[in-house]
C-alpha cells in the first residue's frame, strides 16, 4: 500500500511539473521552429520513453544560446522536477535510452547529446564522467557540458542558474519563483505570436500560480494572475485588432478587384466599339465614302 501511494505521488509530481517545463522549452526555443523538431515523451518501447527527443532537421544548423550550442542531429533530454535528483542511477537509465535510440536509428556517438535538466547539481555524477575520462565546462550560468571523444556528450542544465532574460520562460520552472522571473514572463507574453504558444504559456502560468498559492503568499498570488491575466488580455486584443485590420485589407482587396473587374468590362467594350467602327469605315471606305466627308 505504501510503496503504491508513493508511486501514485510520483505520478501526481510528474503530472505537475513535465508538461509545463515541455511548454517552457517550447516557448524558449520557438525562434528555431523551422530548423528543431522537438517531440515530447517519445516512445522506444512499451515501457521506456524519452521526456523530450529534439532533433535537428540539418545537422549543421547551430542554435545560438548557452543550451543548443551544443546540441548535436540528435538530442535526448531528461527532465528531473525539483524533487528528484540527477544521480548514477538516472544516468544509466537515461544511457540505456540512448542506446536503444541509436541502435534503432542507427547513429553514431558524435551525433548524439543527452541532456539532464534538474535544479540539483550533480558533484558525484559529474565526477564519476571525469573519472572514466569525459572533459568538464561550464558553458554559462546552469549549463555545463561533458566530452569525451569516443562516447555521447552529456550537458546538465540547472534551471534556477539560469539567466532569467535569455531562458524566461524555462527559467519560471521551479519551487522558489521570484518577482523578476514573474515580471520577465509577464513582460515576454506579448511577444508570443502563434495561439499554439498562448496555449503553451498558459500552461507555465498555470504552475505559477499554483506554486505561489501554497506558498500561503495570497496577496502575491493575486498580484501575478493579475499580471498574467493582463497580458494575456493585451495579447487578445492585439490579435483582435489585428484580425479586424486583415478583414479591412481583405474587404479593401475585394473592392480594388472589383473596380478591376469592372475597368476590364469597360476597355472590352470600349475594344469592340473600336473594331465595329473600323469595319464600318472599310465598308465605307470600300464605297468611296470617308467618315470625314460624313462629319
Known sequence: MQIENQN??????REQWHPPFYASYKIDFRAYKDVLTIEEEHILSRSNEIDILVTKKDPDVVIDNGIGRAYKAHNLIEYKSPNDRIDRDALLQLAGYICIYMRMEKLRADEVLACFVGYHYPKSVIDWLKNIGYDCRQTESGVYLLHHELLV??????IHKLDVQSYPWISAIQKNIT???VRCVGSQIRKLDLPEYRELAE???????????????????HETRMLFKQEFDKLAQLET?????????????????SKDEENAKLRE???????????LESE????GIQIASLL
Open 179 to 181: 518577482d523578476k522571473n
Open 153 to 158: 556528450d552529456v550537458q546538465f542544465v540547472l
Open 284 to 287: 465605307l471606305a470600300k464605297r
Open 8 to 13: 501514485n505521488q510520483r505520478i501526481k509530481h
Open 203 to 221: 500552461e507555465v502560468t498555470d504552475l505559477i500560480t499554483r506554486q505561489e498559492k501554497g506558498k500561503g503568499d495570497e496577496l502575491f498570488m
Open 269 to 279: 467594350e470600349n475594344r469592340q466599339k473600336d473594331n465595329t467602327l473600323k469595319k
Open 241 to 257: 485588432e489585428i484580425k479586424t485590420k486583415d478583414e479591412t485589407i481583405k474587404t479593401k482587396d475585394e473592392t480594388i478587384k
